[in-house]
């Protein structure tokens, strides 16, 4: 079992082994070891700006996500107030919008010659507003990611609040403490590896996109992979920058390993926090705080997308049967697969704590960017000169999706896996149960919930995932994401209401259920 | 759980027959009934032109749609074994870097030589031509009536001019359509007089190059903007779309070709060519000439708002016609490419976003 977790841990890290393939075989991809000429060029005139325009945005992130995600995660835990129930469940839903597909929407809207600048014009008689700030900006694209983005933190958050607030906040309180003291001075320190867990997730989000990031008109690093590539034709320099990119998000997500180490230590007593029943201005405040994120997170992309879907009138494109189909397809086969995989190497950790290794190893497909990780499979691919099977075959895309999403439904099996301690094996084993009979008694029921947490998380990501995809598919394979991305491409944005909206939905559902296993955990 | 576990099984080997399913009933035969297109066009009319193609000929396309640098990227990963018959793209440059990365394979046509103006295809040497325009598209000039007299804005040389300050909006400069642009000014006026053109530009931003075409569009009308560089083909949409709120914004635009005294406007194309390596060369060819027939340039005229390529196609398309005639730059498309990085490299050093 060793091998073979360590062969297939391998395996899926090919990719990388394409990346630094310029490098091992230097005389395939060109003469020289380092893109120079290319690099110089972006050093001397315009990386610097995208340096400075990268760390403003993920600090302008980070800062957004954790105030809507521990805000929300806060309120939702330790409150009682009129919609909390509601609020619950709705503040995931944001996750089954795609970046992108926020980015086109808040654009279209707030811009110059959107419908809302453009009415108070005219209200106000004036010939522009001065007051009114430029969606296409580093400020936009902040305000659009943490919108999209703090589902991450606030899931995780919620979670460590539940499991670890409850009685330190009675003990506290009868020690003088106010509610407000006993957040920031026990449970935000307490909850801080759930809390940078999920940041970092988000953060590793916007490092790796390029599709809204560009349509913000900010340039970010992406930018510089994307011009050395595109603009100068240069992929050894792309690749370069792309390793460059890297080793940062590298940090980030050692960052994150760690905090999820320490998050294993915290023990998970049974004792949870009895909400307070809030009244007068705070219940007041808690509503619309949560109101508001939910407002502007989901239910104004998904009426912004219903009204473009009505002016456009339902007429629905033929392809549209196939471009669903083959998402679907996609998405259910990857997760599928991922669950199985996930399985088999959290097992193969359990029994071999030695392959703790592969399991980390496995968590960096999450860190690579799509478009990066793609270059990865072709560049690799191309050496061996087994590139045509891509388009003969699917099992090359999902490969590459199994490799970006393996990790977080990874995760989820491990952290389910880790609730079952030796302990109970031991009991059960003394009961006279044989190892499968532990397994199938013991281990499933426990781990249910978790497998299915998994799969969903995967589901959910496969239907949004783009560059990937647009660089990977085979012959005849348009998902509903590339049908979006191409109608945007065209300009074309009332008629990506449809295929976007389908996205939505059908990644609401998945998200639902799993909003479900969760407040049922 | 033994059945869940027995269902989640059997999932999973459903999903690994599906896929490779999936995988055996995959293109990659040789067969004279089907043709693999690399295409970076993927305009819903272009699904009636390829329908048209199978029902005259019986042979099936099987198609991937991306950008034209998805595609290239694809196609140099696959090497000889690509399993490309023809390839499409919608970029002078890009048709030209596809030529010298040893993309196409050169063809002789008689048909396609009579059809496509010399200009508009890679230079023929012995062995053939690589590549053929079949449709083009201009990058004129949008101004706002009520802020803007379209003689100061004839020539894209005098969007630099002081007196434009603060009026200009364009797309960001490494877009395809801006590099090509300016690859065809590098060509017409030399590096230097296009740096300084393009310091001009920045100078009279009226905000950060940003957006597509259609928000350039957007912006002239509302007044963000003053003038805009368009793409001929977003304009003739909206000159033709029935939508109110369309056609006030057209209501509070003019349009100029720029350039008509002296060079011309610029024109840019979408051709393409066959694959080095098609499995189906035959079928490749026979569907470049079906581009360049009387009824698929009539698609690309009054389907997709393009001009065809071929002279004396007549075009039944009112937003076409409302443009009217024009003169247009005549640069071989093939040195556009030739000046794309040179084109990036000097936006970069006068910080053209």
Redesign the interface.
Known sequence: MNRIAALLALLLFLPLFGLAMPFLFPGVEGSALLAIDTISHLGNFVLGGYVISTLILIIGVGLGVFILGVGNAWIIASYEFPGKKIFEWALILPLAVPTYVTAYLFVDLLQFSGPIQSTLRTMLGAESLWFFPDPRSLGGAIWAFSFCLFPYVYLITRTAFLERSGRLIEVSETLGYSHLQALTKLVLPMARPAIFAGMALALMEVLADFGAVSYFGVQTFATGIFKAWLSFGDRLAAIQLALGLLSFVLLIFFFEQHSRSQLRYASSSESRLTPKILSGGSRFFAFTFCGLTLLFGFLMPAAALLQLLYKQGLSIDIRYFSWLGNSLFAAAGTALLSVVLALFFAYAVRLSPRLAWVNRLLGFGYALPGAVLAIGVLSFLETFQLAWWISSSILVLVYAYVVRFLSSSLQSVETGLSRITPSMDGSAALLGLSKIQILRKVHVPLLKRSLITAGLFVFVDVMKELPATLLLRPFNFDTLAVATYQLAADERLAELALPSLTIVLVGLFPVLLLSRVISKS | ??I??KN?SL??LL?IA??AT??AA???KDSDKEL?LYSAR???TD?ALYGDFTKKTGIKI??????D??LA??L?????????DVILMVDAARLW?AQIDGFFKPIHSKYLESRIPANLRAKPDPEGTTWFGFSTRARLVVYNKAKVNPQDVDTYEKLAEPINKGKVCTR?G?H?YM?SLIGAMIERRGEAATEEWAKGMVANMA?????????QI??V????CGVALTNSY?LVRLLRST?PEDQALVSKIGFVWPNQQTTGAHINIAGGGVAKNAPHALAATQFLEYLASDSAQEYFANGNNEWPAVKSVKIDNEGLKMLGTFKAENISVASIGKN??AA??LL??V?Y?
Do not use: W
């Open positions: 759980m033994q869940v576990f989640l999932c999973l999903t599906g896929l999936n995988a995959q293109p990659h693999n993927h305009y819903q699904e099987n198609r991937i749609e991306a950008d640098n998805a990227e694809r140099k990963s696959e090497g000889a074994n690509s399993p490309a870097r960001s490494a395809p590099l905000r950060p190059p940003r957006g597509g075409d259609t928000d957007k912006a009308a509302s007044g963000e977003y939508k794309q990085i990036q490299r970069d050093r910080a976003k």
